[in-house]
């Protein structure tokens, strides 16, 4: 398994849990695909996107398993994300958990 890691506001990780299926976030939705991380690039993500909110979820998922639908570009300082060009579904959840502070 290659972990990879969505953050989801509180009222995202509700949607996609009573839903089923997660469409993106405004900015997800705007660019086409949703944005991921690797485990290491989370911390970044989380302060330029995420600073100061409360009840943010770290979802994982398996890179692996969505690589027909993942592609991996560059972005924030020529590194590469991984980029899902579907609907997240909650079947794709391997684990969430709250992101921690810091």
Known sequence: MTPIIKLLRAHEWAALQADGVFAGSPDDIRDG????????????????????????????????????????????????????YRELRIADVVAAAPLSPG
Do not use: C, M, N
Request: hydrophobic share 45%; net charge negative; charged share 15%.
């Open 33 to 84: 695909y949703i944005h991921i991380s690797t485990p290491d690039q989370v911390a970044g993500t989380a302060a330029k996107w995420f600073a100061g909110e409360t009840g943010v979820v770290a979802v994982t998922l398996d890179a692996e398993t969505l690589a027909a639908d993942l592609r991996w570009e560059p972005s924030r300082g020529g590194q590469l994300f991984p980029h899902l």
